[in-house]
Structures are given as C-alpha cells and as structure tokens.
C-alpha cells in the first residue's frame, strides 16, 4: 500500500511532496556517485566503501556547517541552486585544512512547506559542490517542519567525512619564522558575516536588485555568489610541496582562523597593501562605517584560505596553485612572537 496519511497532511506535512522531491535530486545525486558508493537514496543510511589504497593508517577527518543568514538573500531572490555549493564548501574547506581528501557528505534541509521542486534546486547545488570536491552525496534528510519554519523559508547544513594517513596529516608544530604565507583568492563573502551584511545594507528586494559598477553585478549577485571551495587545488598542492599549515578563514576572519593553526611563540605578520580586498568589502566597510580592524575580524577580505610553506617552496607553491585555478599571491610571513596576526 502507498504511504499517505490524510491526518499527517493535515497537519501541514505532506508526505507524498517528500517523495516528489526525491525522485526530483536523484539525477543531482547521480552525478556525484564513486566507485566506493554502494547504497542508494532510500535506505537508512549510505554505504561507503572506503578505498585504502597509498595509506597505511587512515584517520578519518568531519567536518558540519550550515549557510547561515545566507539564506535570507536566497529567499528574497528567490534563487536556491547555490547555496547548496556554500555547505559543500564549509565542511570540506576544513576538512582539507588537515590534508585529508573528503569522502562523502550528507546534507539536512529542513523547510516550513515542502516545495518539491525548491527542495530539489537546493540539493543541485550540494550536488555540485560535492563534484567541485570530488566526495560523494551519499544521503541526506529533509524534515517539513509546518509551524516551526515559515512556509517560503528553510535551513540547510550538512557534514562530510574525509580520510588522511596519519603519517601525512599536516604537521603545523613544525612551523617557524621566515616561513611564507601564501593567500588563495575567495570568490566572494562566501557564507559568514551576513548577519553584518543584513545590517548594513538593510537588505531589502530593492537594494538586492541594485547594480554597483565597483561590483561589476547586482548586490544580490554578489553576496549569492557560493562560496569557493579549495580541495582539488590544495591536495594538487600537497602532492608538490611540503605544506606546513593550512587556515580556512571564515567567521572571525584573520585575527581568529589564522592563529587556529599556528604553533605557540609563533605569529603571521602581513603587509596590509599585500592583501588583495575585493570591491564588494569596500564597500560594506564604506556603507556601514565599519572599522578596518572590524572587517578583518568579521570576513576573509578577499583571502578565502591561507597556506604556509618554507620561503625556499614558495614560488613552486603559488606556481601549483594558479596552474590548478586559483589566484594565489605571498600574503606574509611567519614571525617570532604570540599575537597571533599583526596586519601592518
């Protein structure tokens, strides 16, 4: 017999939209399914098999996150096939912060009224940026909440798992002065400080729709575009160099993700004409009044990750990286010390 309850509906949870939305994500799905996937979408859990070849001792390595006030420029745009790439890119962003290549990722979407097809345009962006990342979207959850979420609004977070040899996880207590810091260019706010963001622009359909010729797009464009995620450069990168620490800077911006990864008596010292702000900073610190030292403690200013390295593997390092995509340019360098970062 068919699963419907006229009772549940009621309710405010249509259980037959659920299924709508699946059958909708699968061919989303599809396009992210490995070798190692051996489950489909509809059991109880997803099944990896984990392949173990070139490591020794494997570590697994987690990682969750959620898009935040993100989501509030998705429902007013009403554009919902990217912010799915912003969760794929919170959780594997730090998961490759320890040099370990992610596996598979799980999202939960949780909505006021179960839209089958918004519902599927979300899961098209975690799809697409579990192909950016090469894991797998090996299942998921999505709860219709009438009573808890606004009907035309939703949350969405997820985790993925990511594996290392432990012989390979990146040591960070072996860095020291002189080092060289090396910036990877962000594509954009990516998925932090929006609560800021909401404040400053007292975001509104009008002021989304606004074109700004520093921005070369709308508001809304830019603060929707998704978050860029790093993997495939970064693991180019440790396959070429000994890379000492990595820092996925998100909310707390420098002075709060660089020191993450820094030994004790150790600090980053760089040059504020060095960092390469992108106009869309400019201009939330212009518009809200916002103290130099508040964006750098809020945003990634442009810098979506900074990577260390020995100053002798520097110019190799920013080679790799721009030839594997990215915009990759010397940020600072390591110093003596504890105040974690002096941005002069």
């Not at 996880?169 to 072996?174: L, P, Q, S």
């Not at 809020?298 to 520097?314: E, I, Q």
């Amino acid at each position: 017999m068919k699963s419907f309850s006229e009772s549940y509906k009621e309710a405010g949870v249509d259980v037959t939209a659920g299924y709508k939305a699946v059958e909708l994500m699968k061919s989303h799905v599809a396009r992210t399914m490995t070798s190692s996937v051996i489950s489909g979408l509809g059991g109880f859990g997803g099944l990896y098999e984990l392949d173990m070849t070139g490591i020794n001792k494997p570590v697994l390595v987690s990682g969750t996150d959620g898009v935040g006030t993100k989501l509030k420029i998705a429902f007013l745009m009403d554009k919902h096939d990217t912010v799915g790439i912003d969760c794929v890119a919170m959780c594997v962003n730090d998961i490759i912060c320890c040099g370990a290549k992610p596996q598979f990722f799980l999202d939960y979407i949780a909505v006021g009224k179960n839209y089958p097809e918004k519902v599927a345009q979300i899961v098209s962006g975690v799809a697409e940026g579990c192909v950016q990342s090469g894991c797998a979207l090996v299942g998921g959850e999505t709860a219709e909440m009438p009573g808890f979420y606004p009907v035309d609004e939703y949350d969405l977070a997820g985790f993925s798992v990511g594996v290392v040899d432990k012989d390979k996880i990146i040591k960070t207590e072996e860095q020291k002065p002189g080092d060289v810091m090396i910036a990877l260019k962000s594509s954009g706010v990516h998925s932090n400080g929006f609560s800021l963001i909401r404040k400053v622009f007292t975001v509104n359909n009008e002021n989304l729709s606004r074109h700004f010729d520093d921005l070369g797009a709308t508001l809304g464009e830019t603060l929707l575009t998704p978050t860029k995620i790093y993997v495939k450069s970064i693991l180019s990168l440790l396959d070429s160099v000994k890379v000492k620490s990595i820092s996925h800077i998100t909310g707390g911006g420098f002075y709060e993700n660089i020191p993450r990864s820094l030994p004790a008596g150790i600090s980053a010292s760089i040059e504020r004409a060095s960092v390469q702000v992108l106009p869309i900073f400019d201009l939330v610190a212009r518009t809200g009044k916002i103290p130099e030292r508040d964006m750098f403690n809020t945003f990634n200013m442009g810098v979506g990750m900074a990577v260390v390295v020995d100053k002798n593997d520097a110019d190799k390092a920013v080679s790799v990286l721009n030839a594997a995509g990215e915009t990759a340019y010397i940020l600072g360098e390591l110093v003596s010390g504890d105040e974690g970062v002096i941005i002069k």
